[in-house]
């Protein structure tokens, strides 16, 4: 016992005792960071790229919900589960517009933007209409509508039309689209424009004066 405590006593001893407990603590220290660091870049990307991908889109990242990242628009929609007032509007059109069943009609489901600033009147009587007519529609053969582009408040189809002429081209296209206007009670839609996907006849001179 005498010979062991003078040399754990003795100054160099100590300075060993010191340094090793030094690099003990260092090395602890060293071990607390990166275990540290570690945890916190492999918890980064769980919550990094939804909130870059929602900041991309111009969403607030805290408000970013399952479903909004699914598009508004839809082209699996069938025509026959189109709200009943966008096929009333649509099919209004085509029949009394296009067809020139009854023009007043067809008048209550256009857009102004399809009008072209004709009036009530000049829609009626005039000699000319802003939009390609198809007076030889077959009103016996229902038009086949197939609907391209929906949103609750907007919708692309193509009508195929019948006609009643026995020679030449008895069948053609036509490109239609309608909005929803309008808000709660007041909403419906209105037929935003008509095009033929052909060149058909022309019916009037759009130059022509207005009667009346």
Do not use: C, P
């Given at each position: 016992m005498s010979a062991v405590q003078p040399s754990l006593s003795s100054p160099r001893t100590s300075r060993i005792i010191f340094g090793l407990g030094v690099a003990l603590l260092i090395a602890a220290v060293i071990v607390f960071i990166v275990k540290r660091d570690h945890g916190s870049s492999s918890a980064t990307p769980t919550t990094k790229p939804a909130a870059a991908e929602a900041k991309a889109n111009g969403l607030n990242p805290g408000s970013l919900q399952k479903n909004q990242r699914q598009a508004d628009v839809q082209t699996s929609k069938k025509w026959s589960q189109v709200e009943p007032g966008a096929k009333l509007a649509?099919?209004?059109?085509?029949?009394?517009?296009?067809?020139?069943?009854?023009?007043?009609?067809?008048?209550?489901y256009t857009s102004p933007s399809l009008r072209q600033g004709f009036t009530l009147h000049q829609w009626v009587h005039g000699n000319a209409l802003p939009f390609q007519v198809y007076p030889e529609m077959d009103a016996k053969i229902p038009p086949s509508i197939t609907l391209v582009t929906w949103s609750p408040r907007s919708l692309e189809a193509e009508v195929g039309l019948a006609s009643t002429y026995k020679k030449g081209r008895t069948a053609h296209t036509f490109q239609i689209g309608a909005e929803k206007v309008g808000t709660g009670a007041k909403a419906h839609w209105l037929v935003t424009y008509w095009n033929a996907l052909y060149t058909p006849p022309v019916h009037a001179d759009p130059s022509q004066t207005f009667g009346g």
């Open positions: 649509v099919q209004t059109f085509i029949r009394d517009g296009a067809a020139e069943k009854n023009l007043a009609s067809a008048w209550k």
